[in-house]
């Protein structure tokens, strides 16, 4: 009977259901160790400022034409849609507020990160899950070196202070895209568009998107690079972990807003 009864499909997704839980806990586990060694490794910063300054040219530099892009051609869709109809109800000035609150607080970040993640995240996942799966990081160890600090420190450090950099020049590029989409869709100046700025930013939305973008960036980084260290079983092992460092990133950074949304908005 125990025989017969593995073999239906109610068993087989009781089994898969466990070993994609047991997958769960144990990747969150690992970011949560790791994360918490990185910290233990920051009281003697075991890292260099050149290697801190290669991985922030990767960031800011590398990943910000595809940012701005995707920010960018968001921006212009939002005021493409909403322009229109707001100039003909008579609210044409509330435009440029509209658009640069939703920049500021919630696309530019997003997006920005969605982009971090498919280019960069993916990569530094892809990059260390190789160096485990062809022993580098063994060896590494053998050198007496903890690959946390060589590997993960300048990483992560340079995508937390680099992250607050692409999110304002791509929010500020998604504001200017805004206002060439009004104007082209519905006539409104420039000049109300940029009162209607003006009027509607406060520091409190600045001050929010930098911390979100922060939080963001140490977030990536420190799952994407987790995720590789998890790397086994050669090249499909890290195609797994770098999908999986993408997934959980994606994720993550949803719950993240969430968690902004209701501290600072709610």
Not at 80 to 100: C, D, F, H, P, T
Not at 116 to 123: A, L, N, Q
Not at 188 to 200: E, M, N, P, Q, R
Request: with cysteine; proline share 2%; charged share 15%.
């Amino acid at each position: 009977m125990k025989i017969y009864y593995k073999a239906t499909y109610t068993y087989k997704i009781y089994r898969m259901f466990l070993s994609e839980l047991e997958g769960f806990v144990t990747t969150l586990g690992n970011i949560a160790l790791l994360g918490l060694e990185f910290f233990k490794g920051l009281k003697t910063f075991p890292t260099t400022y050149k290697s801190i300054m290669e991985q922030a040219s990767r960031f800011g530099v590398s990943s910000l034409p595809i940012t701005l892009s995707i920010v960018g051609m968001t921006s212009v869709i939002i005021a493409m849609q909403i322009a229109g109809e707001m100039v003909k109800q008579g609210a044409g000035n509330y435009v440029g507020m509209l658009v640069s609150i939703l920049m500021v607080r919630e696309e530019g970040v997003i997006m920005a990160g969605f982009a971090i993640i498919s280019m960069i995240g993916s990569s530094l996942a892809s990059e260390i899950a190789t160096m485990k799966v062809t022993e580098q990081i063994d060896a590494i160890r053998v050198l007496r070196v903890n690959p946390v600090y060589y590997l993960f420190t300048p990483r992560v450090i340079a995508g937390t202070l680099m992250m607050p950099v692409v999110v304002i020049v791509s929010s500020l590029f998604g504001i200017l895209g805004g206002a060439v989409a009004s104007n082209l869709a519905s006539g409104l100046t420039y000049k109300a568009y940029f009162d209607s700025v003006w009027f509607g930013l406060n520091m409190h939305d600045l001050n929010v998107c930098i911390l979100k973008s922060l939080a963001f960036g140490f977030v990536i980084t420190l799952i994407s690079c987790s995720c590789g260290m998890e790397a086994r079983d050669g090249a499909k092992g890290v195609g797994i972990a770098t999908t999986k460092a993408v997934v959980w990133s994606f994720v993550a950074i949803v719950i993240l807003d969430l968690i902004f949304a209701a501290m600072f908005f709610y």
